[in-house]
């Protein structure tokens, strides 16, 4: 049994499985502060991300596939930054020491950590000061990229072709096969899209390759329409993107109707894949070596002069616009 704060950190946290070794870090958990020694010359890129208990994931979540989540959302942020991982710190409140959810939650974020060897080295627990305000959660990345070569949201071109790594909207309907609003399906199906939900694909390894093409990148967090706009303000450049292009997988569609199908995709959120603009002299060479890599990649559309985002279907013009999640937006006007 765990009886208070620093019990918990030294059988959940600062155990062999998160808090490994690794070159980078000269002192980790246990001190006031833990020490890292940066290879010479890189720039140091750090992150961070909030989960909260009803916002972010569902109240009962499963504790290993959170751990895994919590660490992989904030992994895509050094990912489409085209940054390395050295190492993470965690921030936990909890309104109770439950031992069978911090099991399962620091083995998830385990997992992730050694198959990104980037170890935990530092954090801070508290209890919530209140029942209800539930599990928060807050990790912050922290990476290197050589100088020069992170990837930005403000370098999109017109005429530059615009790409998306894996499929579109698989985690908004694994969020509602969690919340048993899905129609039926197979268990596969079930079973791949709650992965989406929980795991999503890591994309730190692809950004590795995408950074020496890409004139812009981002990930999306809060669905294609929401982020591609992040890229389109920052660049001053607008986008025609073809509805018909996008990746779809067999579940997604398979849990989705024809109606839902686009605004999940475009609006859904929680993705974790990269979106990234490519000089289109560039775009041969960038797809061999993410075919080589085993990387599933879609041209999606083309960056324009004209500001804005317009979406197609078939060749045609369509007018719907598409927003993705905000927080502190009221419901109504989403
Ligand atoms: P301080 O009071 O100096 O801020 P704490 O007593 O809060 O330090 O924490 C003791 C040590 O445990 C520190 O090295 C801190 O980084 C680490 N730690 C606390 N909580 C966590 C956590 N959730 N994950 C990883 N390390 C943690
Ligand atoms: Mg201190």
Same mark, same amino acid.
């Given at each position: ?243 018909? $292009?996008?990746? &779809?997988? #067999? =579940?997604? /569609?398979?849990? %989705?109707?024809?109606?839902?199908? @686009? !605004? ?22 960038? $797809?061999?070596? &993410?075919? #080589? =890599?085993? /990387?599933?990649? %879609?041209?999606?559309?083309?960056? @324009? !002069? ?29």
């Amino acid at each position: 049994m765990a009886s208070d704060e620093f019990d918990i950190i030294r059988r959940y946290f600062n155990a062999a499985a998160l808090a490994f070794p690794s070159p980078q870090v000269a002192l980790g958990i246990g001190d006031d502060c833990a020490l890292l020694s940066l290879t010479p010359g890189m720039q140091l890129a750090m992150s961070m991300d909030l989960l909260q208990e009803g916002v972010h994931f569902p109240t009962g979540a499963d504790p290993w596939g959170l751990g895994k989540r919590s660490l992989l959302v904030n992994l895509s942020d050094l990912a489409a930054t085209g940054a390395r991982p050295v190492c993470f710190t965690l921030g936990l409140s909890m309104p109770s020491v439950d031992e069978a959810w911090l099991a399962g939650f620091s083995g998830g974020l385990a997992d992730v950590a050694a198959a990104h060897h980037c170890p935990l080295v530092g954090g801070d627990t508290i209890g919530s000061p209140t029942a209800q305000a539930g599990i928060m959660i807050a990790i912050q990345v922290h990476g290197e990229v050589p100088p020069g070569h992170a990837m930005l949201r403000r370098g999109a071109r017109a005429g530059d072709k615009v790409y998306v790594t894996g499929s579109l909207g698989d985690a908004a309907a694994g969020l509602a096969v969690l919340h048993g609003r899905s129609p039926a399906l197979s268990s596969e199906h079930r079973r791949a899209l709650i992965e989406a939900f929980y795991a999503p694909e890591s994309r730190v390894g692809a950004a590795q390759i995408v950074r020496d093409y890409a004139s812009a990148c981002i990930d999306l967090s809060d669905g294609l329409a929401s982020d591609l706009l992040h890229i389109l303000q920052a660049s001053g450049v607008g986008a025609c993107i073809a509805m018909d $292009q996008l990746p &779809l997988s #067999e =579940a997604f /569609v398979a849990a %989705t109707s024809a109606a839902q199908r @686009t !605004a999940l995709a475009v609006g859904g959120g929680d993705d974790y894949e990269l979106c990234f603009t490519v000089p289109p002299d560039k775009t041969d060479a960038l $797809q061999d070596r &993410l075919r #080589e =890599a085993g /990387v599933p990649v %879609t041209c999606i559309g083309g960056i @324009t !002069a004209t500001p804005g985002l317009v979406w197609t279907q078939e060749g045609d013009v369509i007018s719907t616009r598409f927003t993705g999640y905000r927080h502190f937006t009221p419901e109504e006007s989403r």
